[in-house]
Nanobody, 122 residues
Framework: VQLQASGGGLVQAGGSLRLSCEASARTFSNYDMGWFRQAPGKERELVVG???????EYSDSVKGRFTIFRDNTKKTVYLQMDTLKPEDTAIYYC?????????????????WGKGTLVTVSS
């Protein structure tokens, strides 16, 4: 499975960005999809995930500000980021795994996209 992410960039604090990730998987609907991020000097962390059955997992730091949704017909997952803060600055990675019905973490991800940089200026 190949993942192609896009949509990163520079934005001022309080602004919005939308990331997109298109997958090459033939049965995209059977995959759990997620977005992770990694800031300099920090470990890669889950931002938000959406399972194949539609359940979502959100990091506490982004609840109420970020929204994940998927379009199975387009084999694409989106991350809508609103009210961005400087601490959201990181490289964001699209991630995929075959559905396993357990919390998403870096260790159980099968496929990674190339990162896209999000920079939030204060």
């Amino acid at each position: 499975v190949q993942l192609q992410a896009s949509g990163g960039g520079l934005v001022q604090a309080g602004g919005s960005l939308r990331l997109s990730c298109e997958a090459s998987a033939r049965t995209f609907s059977n995959y759990d999809m997620g977005w992770f991020r990694q800031a300099p000097g920090k470990e890669r962390e889950l931002v938000v995930g959406i399972w194949s059955d539609g359940r979502r997992e959100y990091s506490d730091s982004v609840k109420g500000r970020f929204t994940i949704f998927r379009d199975n017909t387009k084999k694409t997952v989106y991350l809508q980021m609103d009210t961005l803060k400087p601490e959201d600055t990181a490289i964001y990675y699209c991630a995929a795994r075959w559905r396993i019905y357990e919390p998403m973490k870096a260790d159980n991800i099968e496929y990674w996209g190339k990162g896209t940089l999000v920079t939030v200026s204060s």
